[in-house]
């Protein structure tokens, strides 16, 4: 255990809200940080109107709080994040892919889960399963899957495969075939009378 990952022991809450974002680990730290204040300010500022035992009364209740929630996280304390979930997704991404090439469809989806459970955030691993969606017909899932991605940080530098497999799935539900398109075709972006005459040439 790093010396600084073991200072978060040092308040109640700390090592699971700063080492993992933890709702919970940021609702005890708030709780003993009133406890805390409390404890002070009717020790050393309002001593006069609080009674020596009710002062006494929250200094316990605060190092009971304190003792209790050190001894719950050291004895559970967040593992580190290292580069070996990273080597394990990249595993299970690899074999995804193979999966997929291959048309295994059940292989790639199941290891593109277990990827995504180890990495929530690879936005590589969920475009390849959303496109894996669309290519087993399972448009509503798939465009679901697209749009929950578009809309998060691991979406940004895929926006544009995002927005090429939006169309094929329009296409799809046109009971069209997208796998037939060109891979890289670009949709023009005509406008006005282009955009008519090119719509009257497709009809």
Same mark, same amino acid.
């Given at each position: 255990?790093?010396?600084?990952?073991?200072?978060?022991? &040092?308040? =109640?809450?700390?090592?699971?809200?700063?080492?993992?974002?933890?709702?919970?680990?940021?609702?005890?730290?708030?709780?003993?940080?009133?406890?805390?204040?409390?404890?002070i300010v009717t020790t050393w500022i309002?001593?006069e109107l609080v009674g020596l035992q009710?002062?006494?009364?929250?200094? #316990?209740?605060?190092? +009971? &709080?304190?003792?209790? /929630?050190?001894?719950?996280?050291?004895?559970?304390?967040?593992?580190?994040?290292?580069?070996?979930?990273? +080597? +394990?997704?990249?595993? *299970?991404?690899?074999?995804?892919?193979?999966?997929? *090439?291959?048309?295994?469809?059940?292989?790639?989806?199941?290891?593109?889960?277990?990827?995504?459970? *180890?990495?929530?955030?690879?936005?590589?691993a969920q475009l390849l399963l959303a #496109?894996?969606?669309?290519?087993?017909?399972? #448009?509503?899932?798939?465009?679901?899957?697209?749009?929950?991605?578009?809309?998060?940080?691991?979406?940004? +530098?895929?926006?544009?495969?995002?927005?090429?497999?939006?169309?094929?799935?329009?296409?799809?539900?046109?009971?069209?075939?997208?796998?037939?398109? =060109?891979?890289? /075709?670009?949709? =023009?972006?005509?406008?006005?009378?282009?955009?008519?005459?090119?719509?009257?040439?497709?009809?």
């Amino acid at each position: 255990m790093g010396l600084a990952r073991s200072l978060t022991l &040092v308040w =109640p809450g700390l090592p699971w809200l700063w080492l993992r974002g933890s709702v919970g680990g940021l609702v005890l730290a708030l709780a003993f940080a009133v406890l805390l204040d409390m404890a002070i300010v009717t020790t050393w500022i309002w001593s006069e109107l609080v009674g020596l035992q009710v002062s006494i009364g929250i200094w #316990t209740a605060a190092i +009971a &709080v304190w003792i209790v /929630a050190t001894a719950s996280a050291a004895s559970s304390f967040p593992a580190p994040i290292s580069g070996e979930p990273d +080597a +394990a997704v990249d595993t *299970l991404f690899v074999k995804a892919r193979d999966a997929y *090439l291959a048309h295994d469809w059940l292989t790639a989806e199941t290891r593109l889960k277990a990827a995504l459970a *180890l990495a929530p955030t690879d936005g590589e691993a969920q475009l390849l399963l959303a #496109t894996l969606l669309r290519r087993v017909g399972r #448009t509503a899932e798939a465009k679901r899957a697209l749009e929950q991605l578009s809309r998060s940080d691991s979406g940004a +530098a895929w926006q544009a495969a995002i927005a090429r497999e939006l169309v094929l799935l329009e296409h799809s539900g046109r009971d069209e075939q997208p796998e037939q398109q =060109p891979r890289d /075709a670009v949709i =023009p972006m005509a406008s006005g009378g282009s955009a008519e005459a090119s719509t009257e040439k497709a009809a």
